[in-house]
């Protein structure tokens, strides 16, 4: 005579996963997320190299930017180190 499962687990398979894809719904949302987050893009790059990327976002009346350079300490030279690092504090220091 075959092995039966307790009540409890069928109880817990009923109630908890009524269907067996429903484990794959919070993965399919986590890999539509990024997809969303690109929809409305507009990029654009100026003739000195200076790329321009806005993406909308009406949910706030609020406007934020951002500047990043290609630029760091990686690029500094023997004898000259810390030159990015300062330039980093009088751009959000002023």
Sequence with gaps: MPA??????KFYQK???PMPYARLIPLLL???A???????TF????ANG?????????RAPTVAHMVWYRAGSMDETNG???????????MFKG
């Design 80 to 90: 000259r180190t810390g030159v990015a690092h300062v330039l980093e504090h009088m």
């Design 15 to 17: 109630q908890f996963m």
């Design 30 to 32: 986590a890999l539509a």
């Design 4 to 9: 039966r499962e307790p009540d409890t687990v």
């Design 34 to 40: 990024p997809l969303a987050a690109l929809a409305d």
């Design 50 to 58: 200076l790329r321009i990327i806005v993406k909308e976002d009406h």
């Design 43 to 46: 990029e654009q790059q100026l």
